[in-house]
Antibody, heavy 118, light 108 residues
Framework: ELQVVESGGGLIQPGGSLRLSCVDS????????MHWVRQATGKGLEWVSG???????YYSSSVRGRFTISRDDAENSMFLQMNSLRAEDTAVYFC????????????WGQGAMVIVSS | EIVMTQSPATLSVSPGERATLSCRAS??????LAWYQQKSGQAPSLLIY???TRAAGVPARFSGSGSGTDFTLTISSLQSEDFAVYYC??????????FGQGTKLEIK
């Protein structure tokens, strides 16, 4: 079964840092664009960041300069380093695979909860 | 940034009936539009991409249509498992990829 699994969420104080990981199973992560999408409780979906197959990176304006996306193809893993966290970053963070025939997202993990609170 | 607006926010439909969900973009996205289904407590799942192409394993009762700025997701005969929140997403002009705010499809 094709899937991705996130880890690394938790409770962190404002201004703190957290690193999320996404590991794939059943496919080779290195040949796909990969993304992070977040969802605050009771709210809609917000694209956060993406990384292309050649390591090109993209960010939403709300996280640019604070978050860094990266990948380790040898480990079939992707990461989101989150610094200077704010209360408004509180959300479930989903790892998602870029669909090979479009720019939609075809495989999603179950999400990692990040709570930024003092 | 392209703003996606979905309507209605909530749609009440009886099982077996037809549901029509709308999505409008603030500027043309050509056919670069996807639809997702999200059931309570679960991750979203891709239903439709390129406006009208069903993703692998998606039942034929789901169909997408539209072009430019106006799009529709139609579910021809609602099954119990179809009651969920649906999101549209544009990938014409990115970053950022943008989603609509969602339509909650509930049982009437």
């Amino acid at each position: 079964e094709l899937q991705v699994v996130e880890s690394g969420g938790g409770l962190i104080q404002p201004g703190g840092s957290l690193r999320l990981s996404c590991v794939d199973s059943g496919f080779t992560l290195s040949v796909y664009d990969m993304h992070w999408v977040r969802q605050a409780t009771g709210k809609g979906l917000e694209w956060v960041s993406g990384i292309g197959t050649v390591g090109d990176t993209y960010y939403s304006s709300s996280v640019r300069g604070r978050f860094t996306i990266s990948r380790d193809d040898a480990e079939n893993s992707m990461f989101l380093q989150m610094n200077s966290l704010r209360a408004e970053d509180t959300a479930v963070y989903f790892c998602a695979r870029g669909h090979p025939a479009s720019f939609g997202f075809d495989i999603w993990g179950q999400g990692a909860m990040v709570i930024v609170s003092s | 940034e392209i703003v996606m607006t979905q309507s209605p926010a909530t749609l009440s439909v009886s099982p077996g009936e037809r549901a029509t969900l709308s999505c409008r973009a603030s500027q043309t996205v050509n056919n670069n539009l996807a639809w997702y289904q999200q059931k309570s407590g679960q991750a979203p799942s891709l239903l439709i991409y390129a406006t009208s192409t069903r993703a692998a394993g998606v039942p034929a009762r789901f169909s997408g249509s539209g072009s430019g700025t106006d799009f529709t997701l139609t579910i021809s005969s609602l099954q119990s498992e179809d009651f969920a929140v649906y999101y549209c997403q544009q990938y014409e002009d990115w970053p950022p990829y943008t989603f609509g705010q969602g339509t909650k499809l509930e049982i009437k």
